[in-house]
């Protein structure tokens, strides 16, 4: 994944996949990219592109922000369920969540992180609240909860997963160093490299 911010905007793109053993079990992709604009530390998107293969389901999705509600312009793909457009308001993509996450973060905990997230066909809650330190190490956990455009049986499934960020304290910020989640595929873990 790569993000680059410079004058205010943001832009990058990110390739997640499933490697070894996993993947021979079941083969899992995102590729995303997006673009928009940085305002106090929040990354507020103006254009998404996505394609998701969960093994389950495939997708492409290209989504344009109009005011606070993202409007899907491209894909295929349709919610479950209609989604009413208060869920669905505030909302931002995956990659910008996902890079808002992953950049580094200033100030005295990075665990204080609540936002919708809209991939074209379902918005789900990611929160991060409860903190637990360990020197210059801080593992940020939460839950991603599924809250419009998931079918019953969705949701009779997995409603929430557990999530957890790692940061480590360096040069006055925070930096992250892993997430790992549950997902309805398994336990997932993205581990920075560099």
Known sequence: ?????RDATY???????TV???????????????????RNGRLLPERYRGRINTGRRESETELAMSGTLPRKVAGNGEPAVPIPPPILKGSRDP????????????????CTFQEKVFDG???????????????????CSGSYTRIGGYSQDELDEMTVSPISVTYSG????????RIDAVTRQGKATLIRRE
Request: hydrophobic residues 45%.
């Open 1 to 5: 994944m790569s993000v680059e911010t």
């Open 11 to 17: 832009r990058g793109s990110g390739l997640f996949r």
């Open 20 to 38: 070894g053993l996993a993947d021979l079990l079941r083969h899992v992709a995102f590729s995303v990219s997006g673009d928009g604009r940085v």
């Open 95 to 110: 990659f910008a969540i996902l890079a808002e996450i992953l950049l580094d973060r200033d100030g005295e905990t990075p």
């Open 121 to 139: 066909t379902r918005v789900a809650e990611i929160t991060l609240m409860t903190e637990d330190r360990d020197g210059d190490v801080v593992v």
């Open 170 to 177: 360096q040069s006055g910020a925070w930096r992250a160093e």
